[in-house]
């Protein structure tokens, strides 16, 4: 434990290859870790490499897992670290990357896709983007009071305008029966798209999403001390406060585009980090991003092996692990309220 908490970015990095690894190997067809490397190797042309692995290996490999390990190791990094920033500003353990509605906004979008009588499966990823987008700008306009934006009122606006993209969502299911399947599938993380095209797409955005979250870690441990504290310390709070919004929610919309909408990565990771490595902001937001990869990388492998050869949604895997989780957080919360 004590080699843990000295060298957090060395575990987390071992971790992260470790559950790579697995989940390009295992599976359905599962692929000897030792082929894995040399087929790696035999990537690199000044390496000889006899290729005595079955023909279906490395398309199995290269065209099928590690793009989908790429992008879901994505989205948890993408999932946590939005968390992570989000409990900063919100001074809240229990706020996640959905708060201000950003998971009914993207499902709406993907449905209104789906229910169009021809869609292309790259569409979709659009749409919930879009559906994202929509629900950030208008939950920030009304929630804005002259130049402020008030905390608060975020989170009302969120809860009003989330709980009306569902409605619309479970109508528009209704509506377009033949649909619900997929739609379902969407909802409780299931990725539309497969192959590297969708990591092509999301990779920038992610990246340049997370990259943004990380340089708030400074300004998120001044607020922590009260955004009154904060503004006597010379912190623009208003304007950090926009930035941490738009950037976490933007890059958490990019994440559910391609990958669906996953529960409780964004909400348990940041916990378990701080209560290992502490609630310095700057230490933070990469370790979670790190470990919501791993998270979800573990998960995945759990959702594709449980019951293969059928794949169960991983978003069913983390809400199972996750909402005990989440239960003993708030039964924590509440005795530092009433202790």
Partial sequence: MKLIKQHPFWVTFFLLGLTLMLSVALGAVTIPPGAVFRMAASRLDFLEVVPDWPEYFPTILWEI???????????????????????????????????????????????????????SRYLIPIGAFLGALATIIAVYALARVGKMVPLTTLILAGVAIGSFTSAVTSFLMIM???????????????????????VRIAFPYLAVGMGLLIFTGHPLNVLQFGEEQ??????????????????????????????????FVGLVVPHIVRMIWGGDYRRLIPLAILSGAVTLLVSDLLARTLMAPQTIPVGIVTALAGAPFFLWILRRAKREVFW
Avoid: C
Avoid at 68 to 84: D, E, F, K
Avoid at 100 to 115: P, W
Avoid at 237 to 258: D, G, M, N, P, Q
């Fill in 65 to 119: 897992r590690l793009p989908h390990a790429i992008l879901i190791g994505l989205t948890g990094a993408a999932l946590a670290g939005s968390g992570a920033a989000y409990q900063g500003l919100f001074r809240n353990p229990l706020a996640d990357p959905y708060l201000i509605g950003v998971a009914s906004g993207a499902g709406l979008g993907a449905v209104v896709v789906m229910a169009a009588t021809n869609f």
């Fill in 176 to 198: 377009s029966e033949g649909r619900v399947h997929q739609a379902m599938a969407f909802l409780l993380g299931g990725s539309t798209v497969a192959g590297w095209d969708p």
């Fill in 230 to 263: 904060a503004q006597q310390l010379g912190l623009p709070v208003e304007r950090i406060k926009v930035f941490v919004i738009l950037a976490a929610s933007l890059t958490a919309a990019a994440a559910v585009s391609f990958s669906g909408v996953i529960g």
